[in-house]
Structures are given as structure tokens and as C-alpha cells.
């Protein structure tokens, strides 16, 4: 996409530029953040000259990555920094307007590449909606006071209530199909059919229609959940917002605690960091995560973990190594493979797990058990070559092995490398690998890992608490490949050559397919239809193409469709 703002876009050495994808209320532009008592209030009020780009306006609260990026943090702080919320609403400062969806413009302009990612990341802003209250016990109300259309009404399907305005003119649509030619991208299909239950006849009509659908069709086809004249709106919000509040399991008090801005610092080569370091190789097209485990053991009790803040490494670890992921999937396209090492203290890590099953109870270590989950499933979902080495130094033990069981490949090196006086890799299972960090499908790694036969899983949790060496990791099932010296170089130099001289689409398309077995759930449903579809219909000329309808709209020329079905 030409022409770059520097609004939320920053600079690399040597002048590339990059979005980043850090910011706080201070510099929200789209979005107003109010809190009082157990209810706070998000207000979508969208900057027209504030997109990411050159060549469109944001109109009638649509949005872009900017836009959603503010969200985001929105959200997350609302879980660490205001424990006593119980009840988030969802408004628009427009008026007759909640909000247009996916700014057209800008899609018709976006890279494909730019496209799917910013598709992957509102996904899993929604996502992450659901997700808080569902284990933070925030809920969010949805209080539509005029046109929510495509991505408008994907972000109130997010929600746990939809309250609709009741004056003839405030609708719901997901006009993508016929306006477009593409899909809605943040998950309205599956939502609507799998989350509300509408009718599949009913949900056929309604995405085939532009104007949407109002009024007591809308709650009888439960697009909505109730319509209410203008004149009784604020009353009723009130007394829901009083309902979900009384039913809420949140049980935070005190003040929470300051997401303070990461520090970091860009080269030409990487980021550096406080626990997490990215080194990019772009002749090979590699990017190593290297993730450092903590200097000191976790502090003796709650009080302790508080008064660190946002420097508690499991939430620091969490915070950069999730910026670094995000950073990579829009900023290093061509990055084929990431690689997972890690290095450091292997008890102090250990004893940081313990602390989250001790205490995980308590509200703020309850969200940082959650962010990681979600960092985790975060990088399952990333368009890249998963691969961990297991090497001398590592410390791939508890949390940080999952590194090892998200990997698409994993390597661990028997004993040591001649002349390295550290001593041989060892793998450590912890609680964290039972149960904690689920998948987007429900399973865990390992079970996802071990669906052929339970008992595989069962005798490596008979093994949790154990410094495992590579042969016997090998053994569990726990690592791809135990390697010797003589052969590590070798073995490891040919895999990366051979990988990232495939096809990306290809490799993509595989990766999503084989990371995922057994059952599905609506949040994996939504990742899997999106991967194999909108993917695809986002290349198509019918879309995309100078005369598809993407490039066409507003315009007044109608779209020229290749009538094939394929």
C-alpha cells in the first residue's frame, strides 16, 4: 500500500518503515476509553484523516488497522489495569452510525498480504472479547444506535448482548457478498450460525441482502438480542448493565496494574527487547526469537507480584514476545521460518510457573495465565514455518516448552557441542503443559500432539518434573528429531534450505492444515474458514481484479464477474 502516514507507522534504521502495533489512550485517535465503577464504556469515534494510509477516510466509523490496533490495547488494559470492571459497552460518538466495517478504500488498495493479516489480527481482537468474558468475567454490551454493516456488526457478534435502537432506521447487515464479492472477514458467518443460532435459510438471506435487517425481524431471526425506541434506550442499557454486572464472576479489586510502554529498541537486524531478541536474516529469510528466562525467582507472594508490575516476567516475557510476533507477521513478509531458542535459569522459570498454579486464583494472575494463551495461540496461527532448536543452554522448560510443542518441526541436540562447556539440553514439563494454555480448538499441544493414543499422553505427564535429555524427549514423542553433534549442522543447514525455497502459499496452506487435528470450535472454525476461503476469494479478479467489485465500488460501474463456479 503506497503512501504511509507516521501516525502509527514508525521508522527502522536505514528508513524502512513499520506499523507498530504499541500504543495507550494518551494517543488514541478512534477510540475513547471512559471508567466509572464496574462499568467502563468504549466509544468508537473514528478520526476520518487518521488512517494508517494515504487514500481513503475512515467515514462513518469504518476502520483499519489503526483503528483496531487501538482496540486491542483497549481491551487488554481494561483486563490488567481496571480489575474492578465488570460490564464494557460498546458505543459510537456518530451519529445514526455504529459503525461501517472494513473501510472499502482501503482494501481495494491493501496488499493482499496487508489484507489477510489485517483480517488474522481483527479476528483475534473479537476473539479476545469473547475470551475475556468468558475467563476475566467482563461482559461486553453492544448498543447500536444506527447502521452496524459488514465489519460493524462483526465487532457487536463479539459481544455478549446486542441491543438494537428501535427508530426505523438502525440495522444490522452483512452486505460483503453483494457489495464486495468478498466474505465477511472477522468471522460474521460462522458467529452468526454457530454463536446466535440464526437459521440457516434466514442467515442465507440475510448476507445476501445490502440493507441489513431492523426491528423485530431482527430479534425474531436472534440477530439481536433486543430493540429498543430511542426513548427508553439509556434506561435500558442501564438496567442490563446492572444485570451483567450482578451476574459477573470478575473478582478483582484494588487498583490494577500499568501496562507501561514496552522497552525496545529496532536495527537493521532485529529488536532487542528486555527478555525477548529478534535477529532476521533476510538473505536466508529466517527470523530467531530468542526468548531469555527470568534472573531471579518470582516474588514471595501476591504483594510482591503487584508491586512488580509489568515487570513480572511472566507478563513482561508475554507483552514483548507477543509485539514481536505481531511485528514480524506485517513488517517481514518475506520471512519464511521462525525459530524459537531460548536460554537461562531453568528453576527461576519453574518457579514462575509454580507462582501461576499457586496463585491462579487470584484476578492478575488469572489475565496473565490468558495473555499467555492467547500469545500462544497467536503463533499458532502465524503464516510462518514453526521451528525450535533444543541446544545447549536452552531452557525450554514449563511455559516455554510450548514453544517446543507449537513448532511444525523441533530439533534437540544429544549431549554437548564439542568445545561448548554448558551442559546438554534437557526438556522440563510443568502444570502449564496440562491444561493452561489450550488451543484455539480446546485441546492443548501435547493432546493435540498425542490424539493417536492416550497413553502416550499420560506417560509424559507421568514424566512432568523431570529434566528429560534429548533421547528420551525423543522417546516421549516430545521433540521431532534428537540430533548428535556430528550431525546437527548438517541436518539442521539442509532443513532451512529446503524449506524456504518452497512455495508460501503452499507451505501456508499445509501448516494450517496439519496444526489443527481433531475437533473444531467456533474460534478455530472461524481461523480455518478464513485460511482456506477468504484467502483465496481476496486473489480472485471478481474481488480484486481491475473490474471486480472491490476496485468498482462507488464508482458507478458494476463489477465484471467471471461467471465460472469453481
Not at 479476545?128 to 456488526?153: H, K, P
Amino acid at each position: 500500500m503506497a503512501g504511509e502516514k507516521t501516525g502509527e507507522d514508525r521508522i527502522l534504521a536505514g528508513g524502512a518503515r513499520y506499523i507498530d502495533f504499541q500504543t495507550d489512550p494518551s494517543r488514541y485517535r478512534h477510540w475513547k476509553l471512559d471508567v466509572e465503577g464496574e462499568v467502563a464504556t468504549l466509544t468508537m469515534d473514528v478520526d476520518e484523516n487518521g488512517g494508517l494510509f494515504e487514500g481513503y477516510q475512515l467515514k462513518l466509523n469504518s476502520y483499519d488497522l489503526g483503528v483496531d490496533i487501538e482496540l486491542a490495547d483497549a481491551v487488554q488494559r481494561l483486563r490488567f489495569e481496571h480489575p474492578g470492571v465488570k460490564v464494557v459497552l460498546l458505543r459510537s460518538a456518530k451519529n445514526r452510525v455504529f459503525c461501517a466495517g472494513a473501510n472499502i478504500r482501503m482494501l481495494a488498495g491493501a496488499s493482499h498480504a496487508h489484507k489477510v493479516n489485517f483480517c488474522k489480527f481483527t479476528n483475534e481482537t473479537r476473539n479476545g472479547l469473547e475470551d475475556s468474558s468468558e475467563n476475566s468475567g467482563q461482559r461486553f454490551v453492544a448498543v447500536i444506535n444506527g447502521t452496524a454493516a459488514g465489519g460493524g456488526y462483526e465487532l457487536a457478534l463479539a459481544t455478549d448482548h446486542i441491543i438494537l435502537a428501535d427508530d426505523g432506521a438502525a440495522a444490522v447487515a452483512l452486505p460483503e457478498l453483494p457489495l464486495l464479492a468478498v466474505l465477511p472477514g472477522t468471522g460474521g458467518l460462522t458467529r452468526v450460525v454457530d454463536k446466535r443460532k440464526v437459521r440457516r435459510d434466514h442467515a442465507d438471506y440475510f448476507c445476501t441482502i445490502e440493507e441489513g435487517i431492523k426491528g423485530k425481524r431482527a430479534v425474531n431471526w436472534r440477530l439481536v438480542d433486543e430493540i429498543v425506541p430511542n426513548s427508553k434506550l439509556e434506561a435500558r442499557v442501564a438496567e442490563r448493565t446492572k444485570e451483567f454486572a450482578a451476574a459477573s464472576k470478575r473478582n478483582g479489586n484494588g487498583k490494577g496494574i500499568s501496562l507501561t510502554p514496552l522497552k525496545r529498541s529496532f536495527d537493521d537486524n532485529g529488536i532487542r527487547y528486555g527478555f525477548v531478541n529478534v535477529d532476521i536474516d533476510r538473505n536466508a529469510r529466517i527470523a530467531t526469537v530468542s526468548i531469555k528466562a527470568p534472573d531471579a525467582p518470582p516474588p514471595a507472594d501476591i504483594d510482591g507480584m503487584i508491586a512488580a508490575g509489568a515487570a513480572f516476567w511472566p507478563l513482561q516475557a508475554a507483552r514483548e514476545l507477543d509485539d514481536a510476533i505481531l511485528h514480524l507477521r506485517i513488517n517481514e513478509l518475506e520471512t519464511a521460518m521462525l525459530v524459537f531458542k531460548s536460554h537461562g535459569e531453568r528453576a527461576n522459570l519453574l518457579a514462575c510457573d509454580a507462582f501461576l498454579e499457586t496463585h491462579k486464583a487470584h484476578w492478575l494472575v488469572n489475565e496473565i495465565r490468558q495473555y499467555w494463551k492467547r500469545v500462544l495461540k497467536r503463533i499458532d496461527v502465524t503464516s510462518r514455518t514453526l521451528v525450535t532448536l533444543v541446544e545447549p543452554g536452552s531452557c525450554f522448560v514449563g511455559t516455554l516448552a510450548e514453544l517446543v510443542f507449537a513448532a511444525d518441526r523441533s530439533y534437540m541436540l544429544i549431549g554437548s557441542r564439542q568445545g561448548d562447556n554448558r551442559a546438554a539440553p534437557t526438556i522440563e514439563l510443568s502444570a502449564m503443559n496440562f491444561g493452561p494454555y489450550p488451543m484455539s480448538h480446546g485441546l492443548t499441544r501435547l493432546q493435540s500432539r498425542f490424539q493417536a493414543d492416550a497413553s502416550d499422553l499420560a506417560r509424559a505427564q507421568a514424566r512432568a518434573g523431570e529434566a528429560l535429555d534429548a533421547e528420551e524427549a525423543e522417546g516421549l514423542g516430545l521433540v521431532t528429531f534428537a540430533l548428535d553433534d556430528i550431525d546437527w549442522d548438517d541436518e539442521i543447514r539442509v532443513f532451512f534450505e529446503e524449506r524456504t525455497s518452497f512455495s508460501p502459499d503452499a507451505l501456508t496452506g499445509m501448516e494450517a492444515n496439519l496444526r489443527f487435528v481433531g475437533p473444531e470450535t467456533m474460534e478455530s472454525k472461524i481461523f480455518s474458514r478464513l485460511t482456506a476461503w477468504q484467502n483465496w476469494i481476496f486473489q480472485r479478479p471478481n474481488a480484486v481484479g481491475e473490474n471486480g467489485a472491490l476496485r468498482r465500488y462507488g464508482t458507478g460501474q458494476k463489477a465484471q464477474f467471471d461467471m465460472t463456479r469453481v
